[in-house]
């Protein structure tokens, strides 16, 4: 386990931070039968030459276009998350420099400081329900992509395989972006709501 070092905040108040505002990818456009339709190509071409029967191959492409749409769909998932964890981050450090105690946190010539990756180390400290994504690839997916890309863009081989990889090493460098390890929020000396907002 490495040395976790949390930053020591003056006084015992326990400080409010703004809500984080969670936007479900559920109801975003472009998703369901168009979708699919995108992928179907893609299915196409993941289907090797044979001499099985026309309905089998149908079924096949179907059945990988499914599966493709389902990935596509996680990603977009991730992305909101991602995308909601970011504006959080920047109301966060809106709220750090009106409190006097916090303001300097955030400074790189101050140490030792807390750095924006160290906001999500929060989440994760303060357990927050995730409904299994992973907020550093969440964030990493964001950091990646400023618009959730149509479905078209992607090949199949970035939807099955790539995209975790291609996210964890964006967040992986957006957080060691500052040469001395920053130190961490105390988890306890914050409070916040999460609000799962249904478009």
């Known amino acids: 386990m490495a040395d976790v ?6 006084g015992s108040k326990t400080h409010e931070l703004p809500p984080l505002l969670v936007h479900s ?7 369901g039968v168009s979708d699919l339709n995108s992928v179907m190509l893609e299915a196409e071409d993941m289907l090797s030459p044979t001499d099985a029967d026309e309905n089998l191959l149908e079924q096949r492409k179907f059945d990988l276009a499914l599966q493709l749409a389902e990935q596509y769909r996680g990603l977009l998932s991730y992305w909101q998350w991602g995308d909601s964890v970011l504006e959080w981050i920047r109301q966060c450090e809106i709220t750090f420099e009106t409190e006097d105690v916090l303001r300097h946190l955030l400074h790189p010539d101050v140490w030792p400081h807390a750095s924006r990756a160290s906001f999500v180390t929060l989440l994760r400290d303060k357990h927050i329900r ?4 992973q907020l550093e690839r969440a964030v990493g997916l964001r950091l990646t992509f400023r618009q959730p890309p149509p479905i078209d863009c992607f090949s199949n081989q970035f939807l099955l395989y790539l995209n975790s990889t291609m996210a964890d090493s964006a967040y992986r460098t957006w957080s060691q972006l500052i040469p001395v390890a920053p130190g961490l929020l105390p ?8 609000v799962n907002l249904d478009n």
């Open 5 to 10: 070092r949390y930053i020591a905040i003056p």
């Open 25 to 31: 990818a559920e109801h975003m456009p472009g998703e």
């Open 130 to 133: 995730t409904d299994g994504v």
């Open 187 to 194: 988890p306890e000396r914050f409070h916040f709501e999460v």
